[in-house]
């Protein structure tokens, strides 16, 4: 009797294991990455806008001393002015901070606000 071959069907052919995913560490480097870059980002927000003020209804009025510029006059001579003892240069640089101006020139005419520690001072 001879041995009678019979096609296998797909249905009884044994099942191959699925592959598996290998990442090289390259690939691990990739994914960690791109899986941490959500993480940093949030960090990120959360440093720089959660330490946000709290609105408050209280309002306060804050008065401030003015000085006229006269003619001749420079932020140097008024800061001598206000404050003699003081450096000149620490004024100026708060005057033009206080009165947000985009340099230390000042033309005739112009009030400008002194800062409240050189306005006692100038009274």
């Given at each position: 009797?001879?041995?009678?071959?019979?096609?296998?069907?797909?249905?009884?052919?044994?099942?191959?294991?699925?592959?598996?995913?290998?990442?090289?560490?390259?690939?691990?480097?990739?994914?960690?990455?791109?899986?941490?870059?959500?993480?940093?980002?949030?960090?990120?927000?959360?440093?720089?806008?959660?330490?946000?003020?709290?609105a408050t209804n209280t309002s306060s009025t804050?008065?401030?001393?003015?000085?006229?510029?006269?003619?001749?006059?420079?932020?140097?001579?008024?800061?001598?002015?206000?404050?003699?003892?003081?450096?000149?240069?620490?004024?100026i640089a708060e005057i033009v901070s206080l009165?947000?101006?985009?340099?230390?020139?000042?033309?005739?005419?112009?009030?400008?606000?002194?800062?409240?520690?050189?306005?006692?001072?100038?009274?």
């Amino acid at each position: 009797m001879s041995a009678a071959t019979f096609p296998v069907s797909a249905a009884f052919r044994p099942s191959t294991p699925a592959t598996r995913l290998h990442l090289t560490r390259r690939g691990r480097v990739v994914f960690t990455t791109l899986a941490a870059i959500p993480l940093v980002a949030g960090a990120l927000f959360f440093a720089v806008n959660g330490g946000g003020a709290a609105a408050t209804n209280t309002s306060s009025t804050v008065q401030f001393h003015y000085v006229t510029v006269q003619s001749g006059q420079s932020l140097w001579s008024i800061a001598t002015n206000v404050a003699p003892s003081a450096d000149p240069r620490d004024v100026i640089a708060e005057i033009v901070s206080l009165n947000q101006l985009q340099s230390a020139v000042v033309t005739p005419g112009q009030r400008v606000a002194i800062p409240a520690q050189y306005a006692s001072a100038s009274k």
